[in-house]
């Protein structure tokens, strides 16, 4: 059971570095919620958009710790 959390969780980390590498920024949208219609003095205010960047060092490091981990959950014991 351990070694496939830490494989899961080594190939997770891969792909996060990878993906970072790719992306320069994450952009994630707001709910929109449209329960009651929008008048001009009780319009809902709108919600501004998070931008995440990822740091330069992030996408090296998520690669190389994922690697480390691959490799140590292959050297785990099969049960």
Do not use: H
């Not at 709910?31 to 501004?48: G, I, R, V």
């Not at 958009?49 to 990822?54: E, G, L, Y």
Request: aromatic share 12%; glycine share 6%; hydrophobic share 50%.
């Amino acid at each position: 059971m351990w070694r496939a959390f830490f494989l899961a969780l080594g190939i997770f980390a891969c792909i996060l570095g990878a993906e970072c590498m790719v992306v320069d920024s994450f952009v994630m949208a707001g709910e929109n919620k449209t329960e009651q219609p929008a008048s001009l003095f009780n319009a809902p205010p709108p919600t501004q958009p998070r931008i995440f960047t990822p740091a330069e060092w992030a996408p090296w490091t998520l690669l190389s710790t994922g690697a480390v981990v691959i490799l140590y959950s292959l050297t785990l014991n099969k049960p």
